[in-house]
């Protein structure tokens, strides 16, 4: 794109913020303020970028989405909106909104406990898809959503869902918002996804801790209610690189190793080289629907083995949404669905076990982070 191109997307841009504006407006409100470009996709598109660093965030999504509209087969357009209104939006959100099991699983525990006139806190908008689930269930909801362009967004989805006058979307952390500035009074309920694969990695403790403290009535229930670590042990058949770095062209670079990142994640493509050699166990569950902590801060389980070469540690996540319904992305047989990835701990060393032999893990977590330790194998 030229910068003459660039100069009438600015100039066109010139003079048109205003405080006042709101994400209330629908797009075609939004894109009449633009009149200069219309009909020239290139400049639309550009203007796109412009607005996204301008951080005016609804009016990059109405303008972006309208030049990919009026030129479909665009390489270029395509790619400058989309380089725009992609920045800071984690790639998960897209197979997250595609993994039925998981969307099901949230619409029937959200449909079982919403009650007509109820008020929602959600914490995590993303797409507002759990938070449509509750309006149309009856509630009126207060979500919020830490990045501006995925609020925005989201603020667009529900309008044209039809659901505006009874979701609020904020852009805020959830530990920002204020009674009575962001929620008129403390919630009936609290629904959140924000759990990563490592269950504690998106900040579910600080943030269901805070909204406990100050922004759900007392006893509100939580879904998810619980969830909880999934471990087993296994073993890699997987051919690895062996190299390292003693001797590259003759010289000593070891010292580098430790610079590498260890080996945290395995694609679900190649969970069926991976063998799995304990019964998985659950470790260090959350009651979500009690007072923080929530659970416990550590806790070690014992993983009987199967026999052989121990590889590493394979971990996941469990989701309790009640009594009758969970959610499990079980590394085996691999979901294709599934939005989480599985966790895989190689162990320094492999370890050879005895049928029968048991190998302790120790799990900690604090704040986002979850720590794994393994004990030799012991009888017993």
Not at 45 to 54: T, V
Not at 105 to 133: H, Q, S
Not at 246 to 274: C, M, N
Request: hydrophobic share 40%.
């Amino acid at each position: 794109m030229n910068s003459g191109r660039v100069k009438t997307a600015d100039a066109a841009l010139h003079g048109l913020y205003n405080p006042g504006m709101t994400m209330s407006e629908t797009n075609a409100d939004i894109l009449a303020r633009y009149a200069a470009v219309q009909g020239r996709p290139e400049e639309m598109a550009m203007l796109c970028s412009l607005l996204r660093e301008r951080g005016l965030f609804p009016d990059a999504l109405a303008l972006g989405e309208a030049a990919v509209a009026a030129a479909p087969d665009s390489l270029a357009v395509d790619m400058c909106v989309r380089s725009a209104l992609a920045q800071g939006v984690q790639s998960f959100h897209r197979s997250m909104l595609l993994d039925g099991k998981r969307n099901r699983a949230y619409a029937r525990a959200i449909e079982a406990v919403v009650k007509p006139g109820m008020t929602v806190l959600e914490i995590g908008c993303g797409a507002g898809l759990l938070a449509m689930i509750a309006a149309r269930a009856g509630a009126r909801v207060v979500t919020c959503e830490t990045k501006p362009v995925i609020a925005a967004a989201a603020t667009e989805i529900i309008r044209r869902n039809g659901l505006s006058d009874r979701i609020r979307v904020v852009a805020k952390y959830s530990t920002n918002l204020t009674i009575p500035d962001d929620l008129e009074r403390p919630a009936d309920l609290v629904i959140h996804e924000i759990f990563g694969a490592q269950l504690f990695d998106e900040g579910v403790t600080r943030s269901l801790s805070d909204a406990r403290a100050r922004l759900l009535k007392p006893g509100a229930p939580s879904v998810p209610g619980r969830a909880c670590v999934r471990v087993a042990l296994v073993r890699d058949n997987r051919e690895r690189d062996c190299r390292n770095l003693k001797d590259v062209e003759g010289f000593d670079l070891s010292a580098f190793e430790l610079l590498q990142e260890p080996e945290r994640w395995i694609r679900r493509g190649q969970l069926h080289k991976v063998e799995m050699c304990s019964d998985p166990v659950s470790a260090l569950c959350m009651d979500y629907d009690r007072s923080p902590p929530f659970g416990p801060a550590s806790e070690t389980v014992s993983l009987t083995s199967t026999g052989g070469r121990i590889d590493a540690v394979m971990q996941w996540i469990s989701i309790q949404f009640g009594p009758d319904e969970s959610y499990e992305n079980a590394p085996l047989p691999p979901d294709p669905e599934s939005s989480w990835g599985v966790s895989f701990r190689r162990l320094p060393s492999p370890i050879e076990t005895v049928a029968g032999e048991r190998v302790d893990v120790t799990l900690r977590h604090r704040g986002m982070l979850l720590t794994l330790d393994v004990a030799k194998p012991h009888v017993g």
